[in-house]
């Protein structure tokens, strides 16, 4: 059974940092990432990494301040985000795809078939 258990979620003010981490079980993926969401809008794709390649891809709303990584050791995927915003807040989700995403749509949620329950980041400012 797949299943992706996220952690790391919490409260803290604008500058600070957080890191989440989200641990898959049940298979191996070539993709994972994480979105976020806030009430009443979609999903944005927030980072992602790929196994085969080991390169990364962010948005540039995060770019110089988030930084996602892997160790597929424990099959597990880290986002360290630091200069935390308040516009920051949101749901943060894990997501993994067991098959290939093309890395100039990795932000398309669809793509991704596997989800984490979700931890929620709150920065007050």
């Known amino acids: 059974q797949v299943q992706l258990v996220e952690s790391g979620g919490g409260s803290v003010q604008a500058g600070g940092s957080l890191r989440l981490s989200c641990a898959a079980s049940?298979?191996?993926?070539?993709?994972m990432a994480w979105f976020r969401q806030t009430p009443g809008k979609g999903r944005e794709g927030v980072a992602s990494a790929y196994t085969a390649s080991g390169r990364t891809y962010y948005a540039a709303s995060v770019m110089g301040r988030f930084a996602i990584s892997r160790d597929d050791t424990k099959n597990t995927v880290y986002l360290q985000m630091n200069s935390l915003k308040p516009e920051d807040t949101a749901m943060y989700y894990c997501?993994?795809?067991?098959?290939?995403?093309?890395?100039?749509?990795?932000?398309?949620?669809?793509?991704?078939?596997?989800w984490g329950q979700g931890t929620q980041v709150t920065v007050s400012s």
């Open positions: 049940g298979y191996a993926f070539g993709v």
């Open positions: 997501a993994a795809a067991s098959g290939d995403v093309y890395v100039g749509a990795w932000y398309f949620d669809y793509l991704y078939n596997a």
